[in-house]
C-alpha cells in the first residue's frame, strides 16, 4: 500500500480504520520501508484483526463469527465449525502488561511443547479464556511477531480440521 499526501494520519503515523460492525473509528498501526528505486517510502501495516480477517478470508475462505455481539471474534472451519482462533480484546493488565490499554490478542491452537518455547518471548501469553496447555494468546499489532502469526494460524488450522 503505498501512500499519497492526501492520506490522513494522526499524529503517531496511524491510518484511521473504521470498525466494520460498530462504527467506531480505530488507527492501524504502520511501519516506514524504503521502496525500491523510486525513491518513495511504502508504509507496511503491522498484523492487526484486520489484517488477520484478510489472511484468513484469502487462505482458507473464512469470515470473522462474532457470537457474543460484541468486538471478539470467532475464526472457525467453513465445514465443522471448529474454532481455529479467536481474536479478543483485553485489559492489558490481564497480561501481565504494565497498564490498562486495551490490546487485542490471537488466541491459536498450538502443540503444547512449542507453546512452552513460546511463553518466554515477549508477546506470547498463556491463552487468554482457553486451555492454556493447548492454546496461547498473542499480542497483535507487534512487527516482529507478523511471521509467527501466520505460521501459528497455519498450524492451529491443521489441527482443528477434521481428522479423516
Same mark, same amino acid.
Given at each position: %500500500?503505498?501512500?499519497?499526501?492526501? @492520506?490522513?494520519?494522526?499524529?503517531l503515523?496511524?491510518?484511521?480504520?473504521? !470498525?466494520?460492525? /460498530?462504527?467506531?473509528?480505530?488507527?492501524a498501526?504502520?511501519?516506514?520501508?524504503?521502496?525500491?528505486?523510486?525513491?518513495?517510502?511504502?508504509?507496511?501495516?503491522? %498484523?492487526?484483526?484486520?489484517?488477520?480477517f484478510? &489472511?484468513? !478470508?484469502?487462505?482458507?475462505?473464512?469470515? $470473522?463469527?462474532?457470537?457474543?455481539?460484541?468486538?471478539?471474534?470467532v &475464526?472457525?472451519?467453513?465445514?465443522?465449525?471448529?474454532w481455529?482462533?479467536?481474536?479478543?480484546?483485553?485489559?492489558? /493488565?490481564? *497480561?501481565? *502488561?504494565? @497498564? @490498562?490499554?486495551?490490546?487485542?490478542?490471537?488466541?491459536?491452537?498450538? @502443540? $503444547?511443547v512449542?507453546?512452552?518455547?513460546?511463553? $518466554?518471548l515477549?508477546?506470547?501469553? $498463556?491463552?487468554?479464556?482457553?486451555?492454556?496447555?493447548?492454546?496461547? /494468546?498473542?499480542?497483535?499489532?507487534?512487527?516482529? *511477531?507478523?511471521?509467527?502469526?501466520?505460521?501459528?494460524?497455519? %498450524? /492451529?488450522?491443521?489441527?482443528?480440521?477434521?481428522?479423516?
Amino acid at each position: %500500500m503505498v501512500l499519497r499526501k492526501r @492520506d490522513r494520519w494522526d499524529t503517531l503515523g496511524r491510518i484511521p480504520q473504521t !470498525r466494520a460492525h /460498530s462504527g467506531k473509528t480505530v488507527f492501524a498501526h504502520v511501519l516506514p520501508i524504503w521502496y525500491g528505486k523510486r525513491n518513495r517510502w511504502k508504509r507496511e501495516q503491522i %498484523m492487526d484483526r484486520q489484517e488477520v480477517f484478510g &489472511l484468513v !478470508r484469502k487462505k482458507y475462505g473464512t469470515e $470473522p463469527d462474532y457470537p457474543w455481539g460484541d468486538w471478539n471474534a470467532v &475464526l472457525r472451519h467453513k465445514d465443522t465449525g471448529k474454532w481455529y482462533g479467536v481474536i479478543l480484546e483485553v485489559k492489558g /493488565s490481564r *497480561l501481565g *502488561l504494565g @497498564d @490498562d490499554r486495551i490490546v487485542d490478542v490471537l488466541n491459536v491452537k498450538a @502443540d $503444547p511443547v512449542l507453546i512452552g518455547s513460546l511463553l $518466554p518471548l515477549p508477546g506470547y501469553f $498463556p491463552a487468554y479464556h482457553m486451555n492454556k496447555e493447548n492454546w496461547i /494468546s498473542i499480542l497483535l499489532g507487534e512487527s516482529d *511477531l507478523d511471521k509467527n502469526i501466520r505460521n501459528l494460524l497455519q %498450524m /492451529s488450522y491443521e489441527l482443528t480440521e477434521e481428522k479423516k
